[in-house]
């Protein structure tokens, strides 16, 4: 067998059936097979599948076991030579999963690659980054990042490169992300105290830890609507995206790495918060209320990213 294909989904069934149907179309001459595991969606997610795909393999779950979980629930499954972690809102173009086979086949020191993704309107999505250690997280929260110059402030997104080029990476994203099975075997799966978020990040380090390359190739393109199953959790989502943060400092630099990566990022959503609230009460409207009692609600729950506790 080529190529596994691994998806996780809760509650996002109409991009599930996209993101299946493209995978089963262009899958030209591989030997694949395609495993969905469920984390408990109510949607009617699990019987699309049942229906819609009877050659897929579903997991179900009976509660939500997160991400990283779920994933390694498919990993031991998985029989392939190859595995693909792919995002349920995502469509694969043409013959981008073949190419992407054929690339590590040809480049027996890569552990892992990725491909060109597309955002919805076509633009070129910032995937592939540096590891976000204390200085890029601060580039980051202090808005740094959007400037032109120096070029510098954008190396942790790599914004001076529009993903057309192979390059070396430090962090391939998890919506399209193709692992040498035997890799997998070797530093073990992804790490499970990682609910939503950062999985991929920790899991990208501890390959190059091991001596494997992580690679971008531009062999083809997917589209990644983004948001998915995110859009559901609203501002639990960036509270998630806090802890995992603080999680990756914990694990990789120390207590004193995750105190100051929790400090970087409650001084980022605390000036939000109080950007947003003046105004809101300076210029009223639907969006800048939105963004106000979003950010006072990440201010407040700011603990909870420290203990995880969420």
């Not at 962090?171 to 609910?195: A, K, M, Q, T, W």
């Not at 393109?221 to 509270?239: A, F, P, Q, Y």
Request: charged share 20%; proline share 2%; glycine share 8%.
């Amino acid at each position: 067998m080529d190529i596994s294909i691994i998806v996780v989904n809760w509650n996002t069934i109409d991009l599930l059936r996209d993101c299946l149907s493209s995978v089963v179309q262009n899958l030209g001459n591989l030997d694949a097979e395609i495993i969905v595991v469920d984390n408990a969606s109510s949607d009617g997610s699990q019987e699309m599948v049942e229906r819609e795909f009877p050659s897929v393999v579903l997991v179900r779950n009976s509660e939500n076991v997160g991400f990283a979980a779920a994933n390694n629930q498919g990993f031991l499954i998985a029989q392939a030579d190859y595995v693909l972690l792919l995002n349920s809102d995502t469509i694969v173009h043409g013959d981008v999963l073949q190419k992407s086979v054929d690339y590590l086949e040809e480049h027996p020191d890569a552990g892992a690659m990725g491909c060109r993704v597309l955002n919805t309107d076509g633009t070129v999505q910032l995937t592939c980054s540096e590891f976000p250690t204390l200085t890029n997280l601060f580039v980051m929260s202090s808005g740094l990042w959007k400037l032109k110059s120096p070029k510098w402030f954008g190396k942790y997104l790599m914004t001076d490169w529009q993903r057309d080029s192979e390059r070396s990476v430090e962090v391939i994203s998890g919506c399209y992300l193709l692992v040498r099975n035997s890799v997998i075997r070797e530093i073990g799966p992804l790490d499970e105290h990682f609910f939503f978020f950062g999985e991929e990040t920790d899991w990208c380090y501890r390959m190059r830890e091991a001596g494997w390359r992580l690679m971008f190739a531009p062999v083809g393109e997917i589209t990644h609507h983004g948001g998915g199953s995110v859009k559901k959790l609203n501002h639990k989502r960036d509270i998630l995206l806090t802890n995992s943060k603080v999680k990756l400092h914990r694990k990789h630099g120390g207590l004193v790495a995750a105190f100051a990566c929790w400090l970087i990022l409650a001084f980022f959503n605390a000036t939000r918060a109080v950007f947003w609230t003046l105004r809101n009460m300076l210029a009223s409207s639907p969006a800048a209320k939105e963004r106000a009692v979003h950010f006072r609600r990440v201010f407040l729950a700011l603990g909870n990213a420290w203990s995880g506790r969420i």
